[in-house]
């Protein structure tokens, strides 16, 4: 495996942060759709989902993970070091990525920053993802099968600040 990796699955291994039982409650009353904004506790990016997902971050020494799932579906966003002296590609990612990817492109996301889009097949559906750098973090966005609403909000609505 090559300096980047795909983050597979996550398991809670760091601490979770806590949520208290008035925010989910509070969460719980939300009409479904109702739209919500989570700002990156050091202000560094936000973006935009709506209720009924709820958000979990969890860390450990490799990198930080936010889940943001309904009923155990959802996305996920991985952020890492990005250690390479060289930009993320679609290139790149075919090279250091083994296994069959399909739709491997470079994209502009909404926010004016490029990023790699591509998606795998999995055994219970096609999986999207959305890999771009900022400063000197990886930020790998992936989405369950099924849940391209929830993917594309996040991903129109990603700004660094």
Request: proline letters at 8%; charged letters at 20%.
């Amino acid at each position: 495996m090559g300096p980047i990796s795909p983050m597979g699955q996550i398991s809670p291994i760091g601490p979770i942060s806590p949520i208290s039982k008035e925010s989910l409650v509070a969460r719980e009353s939300l009409s479904p759709g109702t739209e919500l904004t989570y700002t990156d506790p050091t202000g560094a990016f936000s973006f935009g989902y709506f209720a009924p997902y709820v958000l979990t971050f969890i860390t450990d020494t490799a990198g930080d993970t936010l889940l943001l799932q309904e009923n155990g579906k959802g996305i996920q966003i991985y952020i890492s070091d990005y250690t390479l002296k060289t930009p993320l590609t679609a290139s790149l990612v075919k090279k250091e990525l083994v296994g069959t990817l399909s739709n491997l492109k470079d994209i502009t996301m909404p926010g004016g920053f490029p990023a790699v889009t591509f998606s795998t097949k999995t055994p219970a559906g096609e999986v999207w993802d959305v890999w771009f750098v900022q400063g000197e973090m990886l930020y790998q966005i992936t989405g369950d099968p099924d849940t391209n609403k929830i993917l594309k909000k996040v991903v129109e609505s990603f700004r660094f600040e």
